[in-house]
């Protein structure tokens, strides 16, 4: 099994990579980067680089705070980051459970004798994760030409706090470079290969509670009774266990995607764009992030209540172990599983919907703000 087992972290290993660059420290044992030590110092470097670049963000941040009059945007970002690195911290404390369920995933495929195409889901997870960090060089490339960041540096070069501390400023004028290179930098490494971990296994115990699904209707053709409830009953404990450990960081990801789509609309409105390449990019990344983890979580949990509900047929189906059957199914897959935002919140694609919603509704009210605004300006410069 540990061959098979290994194929699957193959098919995993751009995510494993990532989540090793950001303190998780799970690479197949086997692999290049344990048995070269010119790799595995490669590796150490950009994990403790990965490191440097939270702090600098984090304390260049703090001193965005401070030094920007208007606080809502900066006390904002900086309560953003401070959720992507407990993000981080949680993900590192619940490395154990990230393993078991790949090898729960694999234990359940071979018993449905369900094998997917290793190279192909590799090159889906490679393609997925160099799209999203593409995205995000591309963001952070253009920020420095648009009107936010002219506007963003001359706030913090004419900060009042100068006027006191003179030789604060020579320490302090490049936090704007900073902050937009190592905050974004940080959140997409995190929350791309957190984002990617889970919606490809979603869509992996997607396939199998179809698979089981499948097996319950053409029952006796190439399927035995047996396997498909021991299935149908790890992959729910595997769904209960990701519901347990990786819902928070769910809930973290969608909730900072929302703020960042709200945020670059916001900019639009209020600065004036020159090029569409910053916004697009940026919106097309986050829009990424909360398609991957609603959609693939929604999607497994219909197929989980698609699996049961043929599950529950089986006992009929088999009138000779009926009995038996019913005891079985009602003692073991009566109970009701489903991936939450944090507990809180069914992820279904209705979620989605409402997301943008509210999006929209609040882009209005800025907007129809916006223009109020625009015509008092106005109207002063007039008189």
């Known amino acids: 099994m540990n061959n098979q087992m290994n194929s699957l972290e193959k098919s995993f290993l751009p995510i494993l990579f990532l ?3 950001t303190g998780l420290e799970y690479l197949p044992s086997h692999g290049v980067f ?3 030590r010119f790799c595995s110092f490669i590796s150490e470097f950009l994990k403790y680089l990965f490191r440097f670049l939270q702090c600098l963000g984090i ?10 009059e208007e606080k809502k945007v900066p006390v904002s970002v900086f309560i953003l980051v401070t959720l992507q690195i407990a993000v981080n911290i949680q993900t590192c404390r619940s490395r154990e459970q990230i393993r078991v369920i790949l090898m729960k995933l694999w234990k359940c495929s071979q018993m449905l004798h369900c094998y997917q195409n290793g190279q192909k889901l590799r090159a889906s997870i490679s393609a997925f994760i160099v799209f999203l960090i593409l995205l995000n060089i591309i963001y952070i490339s253009t920020y420095f030409y648009s009107n936010e960041y002219a506007v ?4 913090i070069q004419n900060s009042h706090a100068f006027y006191n501390l003179p030789k604060l400023k020579q320490y302090t004028i490049h936090i704007p470079e900073v902050c937009i290179i190592a905050n974004p930098t940080a ?8 984002a990617g971990y889970y919606g490809f296994v979603c869509l992996y115990v997607k396939d199998l509670f179809n698979r089981i699904e499948n097996g319950i209707i053409h029952l006796g053709k190439d399927f035995s009774h047996l396997p498909l409830i021991q299935s149908y009953i790890e992959l729910a404990g595997l769904m209960k266990s990701m519901d347990d450990y990786l819902s928070f960081s769910a809930f973290i990801i969608v909730l900072s995607s929302l703020a960042g789509l709200f945020y670059i609309n916001f900019g639009i409105l209020i600065f004036s764009i020159d090029g569409c390449v910053h916004p697009l990019t940026g919106e097309t990344y986050f829009f990424s992030l909360v ?6 979580a929604s999607a497994a949990n219909r197929a989980f209540l698609t699996a049961k509900e043929a599950l529950l047929s089986l006992p009929a189906k088999i009138p000779q172990h009926y009995d038996e059957l019913k005891i079985i199914v009602c003692r073991e897959c009566m109970k009701d599983v489903s ?3 944090w507990k809180v919140y069914k992820i279904e694609p209705s979620l989605l919907l409402s997301a943008m919603g509210l999006l929209i509704t609040y882009g209005m009210l800025l907007a129809t703000l916006g223009g109020t605004i625009s015509q008092q300006r106005d109207s002063l410069l007039v008189d």
């Not at 304390?59 to 920007?68: D, E, M, N, P």
């Not at 398609?291 to 693939?296: D, N, Q, R």
């Open 19 to 21: 989540f090793n660059l």
């Open 34 to 36: 344990k048995q070269n």
């Open 59 to 68: 304390i260049a941040q703090i001193f965005s705070v401070i030094l920007l």
């Open 152 to 155: 963003y540096r001359s706030l």
């Open 187 to 194: 959140a997409a490494l995190v929350f791309s290969s957190l």
């Open 291 to 296: 398609c991957m983890v609603i959609l693939s």
């Open 339 to 341: 991936l939450t935002l």
